[in-house]
């Protein structure tokens, strides 16, 4: 997730185009997928593999997805006005950027672990 929060790099615009392909998917968008998107994802889930040898490789592979999945719709909610700030009247909102990072990894970290 760290991509979407440096600095230089537009996550929010990453994010729309991993939604987007999800929405209306286009020979363009899977071309990108199968050669750059995919590539990423198996290294990823292989070095998630490592980590806890127990976990099947399929359990890993829904926990990659469903942390993809959750991610993606974060950072493209996190302008002034953003779901996360109305739902708690503002105690809680995404367009405070740190904010949104640390609960965002406090989650998948918990989420990745199974717990």
């Given amino acids: 997730m760290r991509p979407c929060f440096e600095p230089g790099i537009n996550g929010g615009l990453f994010a729309r185009f991993v939604l987007q392909h999800r929405l209306h998917p286009s020979e363009m968008t899977r071309r990108v ?23 099947p490789r399929a359990e890993w592979v829904w926990r990659y997805t469903l ?12 302008a002034p006005g953003n779901r996360i700030a109305i739902l708690s009247s503002g105690q809680a909102d995404a367009a405070r950027g740190d904010e949104l990072e640390r609960n965002l990894a406090m989650f998948l970290c918990r989420a990745l672990r199974g717990s």
Avoid: N
């Avoid at 997928?33 to 976990?55: G, H, N, S």
């Avoid at 942390?67 to 974060?74: D, E, I, Q, R, Y």
């Fill in 33 to 55: 997928y199968e050669q750059y998107m995919d590539p990423f994802a198996l290294e990823f889930i292989d070095a998630l593999c490592l980590t806890d040898k127990r976990v």
């Fill in 67 to 78: 942390m993809v999945g959750t991610v993606m719709p974060a950072v493209t909610d996190a």
